[in-house]
Structure formats: structure tokens, C-alpha cells
């Protein structure tokens, strides 16, 4: 590969690392005048040693991209997902369990009261519709802090209580299985 031996490539670089006394110096300026092989290896470690400097600064950062890269990192460090709240996820998930559990036992009583799906008549489209009792009968549907998510009213105090019932047994076990809490208040029964 070089022209030389390993003890003078080292000499070389002592050189070009400004690594020599005066009396080697003068040594070497000495050797480099007689020797071309010894000139042309010192040519080739300069322009090798130009070589990597020039990529090594390539690749080095910016200060700006340094801090760009810093403030990435530190607002992914710092930014919290949706469902690592774990309390916020519960209690969404108790919110969407009641609010199904409402619909579905409102659309069962909707249509017990009741209430028929729409019919065409002579081509025309209407809701037919049955007397139906006034609500007399409110369930309120709280959660943990005794807010009010929902209301569920009934025609009679029996599917009020029933109704009332089957949520407590719902969230017994919803407290039992993941801690979720939410409270029925009954009214006027």
C-alpha cells in the first residue's frame, strides 16, 4: 500500500500531528529531498487525512439540527397517549358500557310502551303510535362523582326498580373486574 515501512508511516504522522523536535524535523526535510517514496507516502496520508476530514465534517450536525433533534426528543419523552391514562380510559369505557346499557333497555321499554316501527299506509310513510302513560317513574345514572350521565324514565315503579337492580348488579361487577364506578339514584319509588 505505501512505498515505505510501518516505522516511517509513523514518523509521518508525528509529522503532520506537529509531533517532532527541531532535530527530527530537520532529519525528515532532509529525507523527503533524497526520497521520493518517502514524499509520495507523505502525500498520500495528507490526502487520505483530507479525505476523512472533510466527511467527518459532512456528518457532523449543525447546532441547529443538534437542537431541532433535542426538542424532538424531549416533546416525544414528555407527551402522554390516550390510553396510558388509565383512569381516563376507565372511565370512558364506564361511560360507553352505561350509555349502551341505557339505550338498549330504553329501546326495549320504547317499544313495550307501545310504539311501532313506521308503516306504509297507501303508500305513505307514518309513525304509528299507541296511547302511552306519562313517565312518572326517573332512574338517574351517575358516575364516580355523582354527576348525572343519564336518566331513564318508566311508566311504573316495578321496571324502575328493575331496572335499578340490574345496573347495580351491572356495576358490582364492573367494580369487582376493573374498579369502574357509577351510581343509580332512584326517584319517586
Keep these: 500500500m505505501y512505498p515505505v515501512s510501518d516505522d516511517d508511516l509513523q514518523f509521518l504522522e508525528s509529522y503532520l500531528d506537529d509531533a517532532l523536535s527541531d532535530q527530527e524535523l530537520a532529519n525528515l526535510r532532509t529525507r523527503l529531498s533524497r526520497e521520493a517514496d518517502l514524499a509520495a507516502a507523505l502525500r498520500m496520508l495528507r ?8 466527511f467527518f465534517q459532512a456528518i457532523d450536525p449543525t447546532p441547529k439540527e443538534v ?3 433535542v426538542a424532538s426528543i424531549h416533546q ?3 407527551r402522554r397517549r390516550w390510553w396510558q391514562d388509565s383512569r381516563r380510559l376507565v372511565s370512558y369505557g364506564s361511560a360507553l358500557a352505561a350509555c ?3 339505550a338498549a333497555v330504553g329501546g326495549f321499554f320504547y317499544h313495550a310502551a307501545g310504539k311501532e ?5 297507501d303508500g305513505a310513510v307514518s309513525a304509528v303510535e299507541t296511547i302511552a302513560t ?3 317513574y326517573p332512574v338517574d345514572v351517575t358516575d364516580d362523582y355523582g354527576h348525572v350521565i343519564a336518566v331513564q324514565h318508566f311508566n311504573n315503579a ?3 326498580e328493575d ?3 340490574d345496573l347495580h348488579r351491572a356495576q358490582d361487577r364492573r367494580k369487582q373486574s376493573n374498579g369502574g364506578v357509577m351510581l343509580i339514584e332512584n326517584h319517586d319509588f
Excluded at 490526502?47 to 472533510?54: A, D, K, N, Y
Excluded at 316501527?117 to 299506509?121: I, S, Y
Design 47 to 54: 490526502e487520505e487525512r483530507s479525505q476523512r476530514q472533510t
Design 100 to 102: 349502551l346499557a341505557i
Design 67 to 69: 437542537e431541532s433533534l
Design 76 to 78: 416525544s419523552a414528555n
Design 117 to 121: 316501527p313506521l308503516q306504509a299506509n
Design 134 to 136: 306519562p313517565v312518572n
Design 163 to 165: 331496572f335499578a337492580r
Design 158 to 160: 316495578r321496571d324502575a
